[in-house]
Structures are given as C-alpha cells and as structure tokens.
C-alpha cells in the first residue's frame, strides 16, 4: 500500500503561517481535533507544530503569543504520496516521529500520516487476515 492510499488528504490538515502565534495553533488544533499543524510559508512546507511542542512551550514558559517558528520543528521528515506505508512505519518506530506531512515535488503539503492513521490500518489488516 502506497502513503497516498492512507494519508489525510490537504482539505482536512490545518495550515498556518510560520508567523501565526502559539494560541492560534492550539485553538486550531482544538477546533479541528487534530493533533499537528502544518506552518506552510509561500506554498512551502517549513515546520511542523505538535501537540508535544505545545506541552514542551508550556514546560519552558514560552507565552503563548509567541510565533510558531519559534517554537516548531523545522528539520521536518516528510513523505511522497508514492512512498509504501512501511517506510512511514519505519520512520514512527525508529525516530519516535507522531505525524508525517506528505509533500509533493516542490515541497507543498499534500497530506500527512498519523501514528494514529498508521495503527488503525494495521488493526485493520490483522483483523482481516485473521
């Protein structure tokens, strides 16, 4: 099974701007029951804010006005809609990685794959298989 075949597609992810505050991604977050937010400059993927990037500005006493570049993850691990859904699970399994934006060529999100995603179509298959 290919990513595409599992990932949430674009219209469901939330999407902000690097320069969009800390609430502004948690409210998001909260609104849409998603765990992730995608911080997308000039149709680019440049960072991921997560809901543990959320606990860990709380930790360290960041204000919450603070701007997501700040504080998200730039260095981020990304996805083909090609790529086979083993190597998403490779990747949570071996970097401890919750969510994983998929990116086209010219590295605009197109998607992302959940641990979350990623177990229930496995329960699903042993469930199928059994």
Known sequence: MKVKDLMVPKDKLVILGPEATIAEAARAMVERDVGSVLAVREGRLEGIFTERDVVEAV????????????????????????????K?????????????????????????????????YYSEYVEAVE
């Open 59 to 86: 930790a360290k006493n960041i204000l919450i006005s603070e701007k997501l570049e700040a504080v998200m993850t730039k260095d981020v691990v990304t996805l083909k809609s090609e790529d086979y859904v083993s």
């Open 88 to 120: 998403a699970v490779y990747i949570v399994s071996q970097r401890g990685i919750k969510h994983i934006p998929v990116v086209d060529e010219s590295g605009a999100p197109i998607g992302i794959v959940s641990a979350k995603d990623l177990a229930k």
